[in-house]
């Protein structure tokens, strides 16, 4: 059994008074001023946990029972909060919730400082009227676990799935589609994927759907392109579940974590699935990235708008576009969007999305922002603004001297995780003047938050000739 250097030992018990919180939702309390981190509890708690893992420089617990409870305590969690991830915050009351995640920005600007960032406005964070049954897409993976067929998630940390037909964090439609869906498969009996040999055919389910008009998208994520009984189960599909009105199959024979391979192909029915966020419509490909909460993305490119206040003259660069959700949301308010993007099958997502909406003055190109961006300017273009909401490991460096370089009088950082947000500010903040904050929940009872940030050019520094305000 493992000791520590503090003498203690990998199951022994302590009771501990719970500080505050990390920035993975989990309490932190300590012992004889160490570092101590255990889920499910929260601040002002005083807990008995059970050590479960030692290192150098920190522990880690679980909680065995509760002395003092929080007035800020759900009592009526999820039965899966315990079981499964997607639900760490599930134990805190959602207006704390919504407190939190703005605290989690403030904790990440405290320990990158960025010029001038103790009088950085932070907004509350905007949340939702009802945080559950939110997204809008199901990855779950489907396995035989003790002779029965099992569709959900893993346990945190392991390879163990957990029944997830009941996920309160899922769409409602993905969920009865699922519930319908396993039985079908369990009654053909399929060749299930088994990890530990890498035999077996099915690994993973994925359904996107679309509540508003009530369909759906599923795809088959497998081991071969071989799927016994094809035409048979799509017909039991058709029959049992009609709102899915397109079937795909993706292959991915590898070993890794990745869910999709990079070969999908429609086996019955549209190539596409239909989403609107706002007046703006999508059409997604199986594998295309789109937003998980379409209730609280309207809400984010609201923001976005307020704080761009374009004009029928702007140029926008939209950075890191995805599908072009963004760029496309501003291009009827704006002369010009261009937009890059690293992913060619979202790039061919975005421009048809441009088509689909007749919108001729936004256009996407293939490549890395940082190569990009500089070529644009060699060609002329002289941009109002730049939005970017980069993957959250945060902006390549050379991008972020080309922004303090270029003489953009605003930009709109739109981030997933603090971390290489408030890094990025360090050095952003050297050039440009952080106007608000705005935090905004995409996950509710999770730790993840979304922030959008307003930076205009620092009147010392050299401007510009175009004049954005």
Request: glycine share 6%; aromatic share 8%.
């Amino acid at each position: 059994m493992k000791t520590s250097q503090w003498h203690l030992k990998i199951g022994q018990s302590l009771t501990l008074t719970i500080k505050k919180m990390g920035i993975n939702g989990e309490g932190i309390g300590y012992w004889r001023n160490h570092v101590i981190f255990v889920p499910q509890v929260l601040p002002g708690e005083i807990a008995t946990i059970e050590i479960t893992h030692i290192a150098p420089n920190y522990l880690r617990g679980r909680l065995i029972k509760l002395k003092k409870t929080s007035p800020h305590r759900n009592l009526q969690p999820p039965v899966l909060a315990k079981q499964v991830g997607g639900l760490e915050l599930a134990h805190l009351l959602y207006p704390q919730q919504l407190s939190y995640k703005q605290a989690m920005l403030h904790e990440a600007l405290r320990h990158f400082r960025p010029r001038g960032w103790q009088k950085y406005h932070i907004q509350p964070t905007i949340g939702m009227n009802d945080p559950w049954h939110y997204r809008n897409k199901a990855q779950f993976p489907i396995r035989i676990v003790n002779g029965k067929l099992i569709c959900g998630l893993f346990k945190p940390g392991s390879h163990t799935i957990v029944d997830c037909l009941e996920m309160p964090t899922q769409g409602s439609l993905t969920l009865s589609i699922l519930q319908r869906l396993v039985p079908l498969i369990q009654s053909f009996n399929l060749p299930i994927y088994q990890p530990e040999s890498n035999s077996g055919i099915l690994k993973t389910l994925v359904v996107r759907e679309n509540p508003s008009t009530n369909q759906a998208q599923l795809t088959f994520i497998t081991n071969s392109w071989k799927l016994p009984q094809k035409r048979a189960l799509i017909a039991a599909i058709n029959q049992k579940i009609p709102e899915v009105i397109s079937i795909a199959q993706n292959f991915n024979p590898g070993t890794t974590s990745l869910i999709w391979g990079t070969d999908t192909k429609i086996l019955w029915g549209q190539s596409h699935l239909i989403e609107t966020i706002g007046k703006i419509q999508f059409q997604l490909s199986p594998a295309a990235f789109f937003q998980l909460n379409l209730t609280q993305t309207e809400k984010l490119y609201q923001v976005v708008q307020q704080m761009l206040n374009p004009r029928p003259t702007d140029t926008i660069v939209d950075a890191y576009a995805g599908v072009g959700t963004i760029g496309l949301s501003l291009a009827a308010q704006v002369q010009t969007v261009i937009g890059s993007e690293i992913s060619p099958a979202a790039v061919r997502d975005a421009n048809a999305n441009a088509q689909l909406n007749h919108l001729t003055n936004a256009h996407y190109e293939c490549g890395r922002t940082a190569q990009l961006y500089p070529q644009w300017l060699q060609r002329g273009l002289q941009p109002s603004a730049v939005i970017v909401d980069p993957p959250r490991t945060g902006l390549e460096p050379e991008f972020l001297q080309f922004l303090n370089q270029s003489h953009l009088s605003k930009i709109i950082y739109l981030s997933c995780n603090p971390s290489t947000w408030a890094r990025d500010l360090r050095t952003l903040s050297q050039v440009y003047h952080i106007q608000t904050i705005q935090p905004v929940d995409m996950f509710p009872q999770t730790p993840h938050v979304e922030s959008v940030t307003l930076l205009k050019r620092r009147r010392s520094s050299k401007q510009s000739n175009r004049n954005f305000e």
